[in-house]
């Protein structure tokens, strides 16, 4: 027990170091970060996210699953899950006209998932909910003068959660997750030296969000037999208002990047950032080797409050209604098979989204202004996991493997197409903690 007991304690300073480091990851370099709070990140982790993403229909007792917090209740009284995941990505950025490549990685995820009595579990864990991190320029002119305009920015918005779920019935669960929402943005936009003497002007603006976030879960489940079923999850996340103060500051750098002067710096508080109202529907079918599932997630962004001294955009134009669709599937041969082939986990999935924010569009060839434009959002994954079973416990942990391609198609021409290839690593331990041994 005493070993049981240092692993424990271990693993909660492990969780504690990760959560810190995974707060400062950006893993993105997408212009489409500029606008709104960035990209949005699916609330699936580890196996879900090779699946589809989907998450509120999966009720495992194998894998965390903070998509539904009703999920939390299937795991028995004798397990605790660590998972982690991260990342590797690729991406091009084509313009029509010239094309970028990047390199990114970073810490995804980290949660545990854990009993707390019969019928009740619980998780926390840190996930992410949207990132900014930018560079790219455009042409302008001024009194016949020629130069160009660079955009950076970084930052993003992460939740820390905590999440109970409790089965009043047999075949029905109802959970919640409350977290503390919090992260900061930063956006810059710099006006080169023209000649060797000039000094280079940057504008910037910042603002932190910290507020409290809800999900409300539910999972209902029909036994078709003893070794099928099919669950139906719902989740709800109720609108926030947030209020936060920006700093907005310009000042002049010399030539070895030191401040030569601040000529404006300004304070912008209470200022309202809102997110939207969310609804998630999905249905999953399972056996003992195939587990088949849908969902669908409804946000409603269209009018909600921004302000528009960070993008000088219309309330009626800055945000679009997000819809987005994931299907997915997983496949094993024989998961009671002593051949180590046969427990392997194969997975597939497709995933669907418009975007949720429109971004000002200009010829890059006259400078014009064209108006604002959106993207769609299209998704491939597929992924397999490797089963390593504890010989003392006989408990079953899985190395997840997963690879994904990712197009974001733009609405108007000279908007930027981004293409992404993504490998993500997750490992999901499954131990054997709360069970008391009788002799040592």
């Given at each position: 027990m005493e070993k049981r007991?240092?692993?424990?304690?271990?693993?909660?300073?492990?969780?504690?170091?990760?959560?810190?480091?995974?707060?400062?990851?950006?893993g993105s370099n997408s212009p489409y970060g500029r606008y709104g709070y960035g990209l949005l990140s699916n609330p699936s982790i580890g196996a879900s996210e090779t699946m589809g993403?989907?998450?509120?229909?999966?009720?495992?007792?194998?894998?965390?699953?903070?998509?539904?917090?009703?999920s939390y209740s299937k795991l028995d009284t004798l397990t605790f899950i660590f998972d982690m995941g991260v990342s590797g990505h690729y991406a091009t950025y084509d313009d029509?006209?010239?094309?970028?490549?990047?390199y990114n990685g970073n810490l995804d995820y980290v949660a545990m998932q854990?009993?707390?009595?019969?019928?009740?579990?619980?998780s926390i864990g840190l996930l992410p909910y949207s990132k900014v991190g930018y560079t790219f320029g455009r042409a302008r002119s001024s009194s016949d003068i020629a130069y160009s305009e660079i955009y950076s920015g970084s930052g993003g918005l992460s939740e820390i959660y905590g999440g109970i779920a409790y089965e009043p019935f047999k075949y029905l669960s109802l959970g919640v997750n409350v977290a503390y929402f919090f992260g900061n943005i930063e956006h810059d936009k710099q006006l080169p030296s023209i000649d060797n003497t000039a000094l280079a002007r940057i504008s910037t603006t910042k603002f932190s969000i910290r507020d409290i976030k809800y999900d409300v879960g539910i999972q209902l489940t029909y036994p078709i037999d003893r070794m099928q079923s099919v669950t139906l999850g719902l989740v709800y996340t109720p609108k926030i208002n947030a209020e936060a103060t920006i700093y907005p500051y310009d000042r002049l750098l010399d030539s070895n990047g030191n401040i030569a002067q601040i000529l404006k710096s300004?304070?912008?508080?209470?200022?309202?950032?809102?997110?939207?109202?969310?609804?998630?529907i999905g249905v999953t079918y399972s056996n003992q080797n195939l587990l088949v599932g849908m969902d669908g997630t409804f946000q409603k962004w269209k009018g909600i409050e921004y302000p528009a001294a960070l993008d000088e955009m219309d309330s009626d134009m800055r945000f679009n209604?997000?819809?987005?669709?994931g299907a997915g599937a997983?496949?094993?041969?024989?998961?009671?098979?002593?051949?180590?082939?046969?427990?392997?986990?194969?997975?597939?999935?497709?995933?669907?989204?418009n975007s949720y924010h429109n971004v000002n569009v200009y010829d890059p060839t006259t400078n014009s202004y064209l108006g604002t434009g959106g993207y769609k959002e299209y998704g491939i994954n597929v992924g397999f996991g490797l089963p390593f079973r504890d010989s003392y416990s006989g408990r079953v942990s899985f190395l997840n493997i997963g690879f994904g391609y990712s197009l974001l198609h733009p609405d108007k021409d000279y908007m930027i197409k981004e293409e992404m290839?993504?490998?993500?690593?997750?490992?999901?331990?499954?131990?054997?903690?709360?069970?008391?041994?009788?002799f040592e």
């Open positions: 007991r240092k692993r424990f304690f271990s693993s909660v300073v492990l969780f504690t170091v990760t959560l810190v480091a995974l707060a400062q990851q950006v993403g989907i998450s509120y229909g999966l009720r495992r007792s194998q894998q965390v699953n903070p998509g539904n917090p009703a029509g006209i010239g094309k970028q490549n990047f854990f009993p707390l009595m019969r019928k009740i579990g619980a300004d304070t912008l508080v209470s200022q309202a950032f809102c997110f939207p109202n969310s609804f998630g209604n997000r819809y987005r669709i997983e496949y094993v041969i024989d998961p009671l098979s002593r051949d180590f082939f046969s427990r392997v986990r194969f997975r597939g999935g497709f995933s669907f989204a290839f993504k490998i993500t690593l997750n490992m999901n331990i499954n131990e054997f903690w709360f069970f008391k041994r009788q």
